[in-house]
């Protein structure tokens, strides 16, 4: 049964709010090893550990007949994954679903722009921190600049539209590049969010402390070149949305840090072990691998551990900087 029922009532926690947003992680893997992401060497998960293709189907179905009407495709570098087409094919036709969306690091949106367009997926988000080659490859260990920006450009070739970049912006790193970022986005009229780096995992390569950048720092930097204003826009998750007089581009801030917008939040997240995750700074979660394995095919009771999950959602997380990672797990695993 994919289809909402008619009666079937939304999914809400215990605070209220009606969780309508699922991001999916569908590989802990990826091509790149960004520093503020993961270490440089990373175990990934054997295969028996992670969701096949068709319980990922499976729990999607389950969440859209919950009333779940946007769906984000993430990772680790969810381009990387096997066969991803077939199953954003099948996610793309679920009745009910109003929007099927992917976050990818670029490198291989060149070869996959076209497909995934006529596979269904309706916006993309690319992930870009530097228009410097060299410094590219510093920050993402292994990435080469150019296959992404061929990427972007067949995305835009291929039909996206509103393709937004996300940059993380490091103090001493990348922070000399938020102008120009800015300036690429207005020339290749794209959207661009900036994310505060959050202490997700143990990274060895900075001190998180010291590179950290507060969106009102980064919102004053590029307000000082191009007026910016306020929107009301919003996803229900921790961006807000400003404009600028002269540009379509939005710009857009992430601020797990410096603002706390956790009574709007809309969304829960499932790794690609199969764990639900409630919120993306606490650990509480629930385990629907473990109902999917010793329930084959038993989608009613996939969808009930789901509406039980809702009452493990938190109030809210804290993110504190200087301090011991609260949150052992990596972006990677998370799905961001
Ligand atoms: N690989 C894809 C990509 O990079 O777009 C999708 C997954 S990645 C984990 C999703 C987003 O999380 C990226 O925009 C990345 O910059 C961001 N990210 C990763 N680690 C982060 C961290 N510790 N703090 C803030 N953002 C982070
Ligand atoms: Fe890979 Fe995305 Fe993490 Fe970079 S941010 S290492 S591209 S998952």
């Given at each position: 049964m994919n289809a909402i029922a008619p009666g079937t009532p939304p999914l809400v926690d215990r605070f209220g709010r009606v969780v309508d947003y699922v991001r999916l992680s569908v590989t802990d893997r990826c091509d790149f090893r960004c520093v503020y992401c993961m270490a440089e060497d990373m175990e990934f998960l054997p295969r028996r550990e992670i969701l096949s293709l068709e319980e990922i189907l499976a729990a999607a179905e389950a969440f859209v007949a919950l009333g779940v009407g946007k769906i984000r495709l993430t990772g680790g570098e969810p381009l990387v994954r096997q066969n991803i087409l077939w199953l954003v094919e099948r996610i793309a036709r679920l009745p009910g679903l109003r929007e099927l969306t992917l976050t990818t690091n670029g490198s291989r949106l060149a070869k996959m722009a076209a497909p995934l367009r006529d596979a269904g997926i309706s916006r993309i988000n690319v992930s870009l921190d530097s228009l410097n080659p060299e410094r590219f490859h510093e920050l993402t260990r292994t990435g080469h600049l150019e296959d992404v920006l061929a990427g972007i450009a067949a995305a835009q070739r291929a039909g996206f539209r509103r393709l937004k970049l996300n940059a993380v912006i490091m103090r001493g790193r990348n922070d000399d590049e938020v102008l120009d970022l800015v300036g690429f986005a207005r020339d290749h009229g794209l959207d661009i969010s900036f994310i505060e780096e959050m202490p997700l995992g143990q990274i060895d390569e900075h001190d998180r402390a010291g590179t950290f950048l507060s969106s009102e720092q980064l919102r004053a930097i590029i307000d000082a070149r191009h007026t910016l204003t306020a929107t009301e826009e919003s996803t229900g998750g921790p961006s807000r949305y400003w404009r600028m007089a002269d540009s379509d581009t939005r710009v857009g801030f992430i601020s797990p840090h410096s603002h706390n917008f956790c009574h709007l939040c809309n969304r829960v997240r499932l790794t690609v072990e199969g764990r639900l995750l409630l919120c993306l700074g606490n650990e509480h979660s629930a385990d629907l691998r473990a109902v999917m394995r010793e329930h084959p095919g038993d989608a009613a009771g996939l969808r009930e551990a789901i509406r039980t999950a809702m009452?493990?959602?938190?109030?809210r997380h804290w993110f504190e900087l200087g301090t011991e990672p609260q949150i052992v797990r990596f972006m990677n695993m998370t799905g961001g």
């Open positions: 009452d493990l959602k938190p109030e």
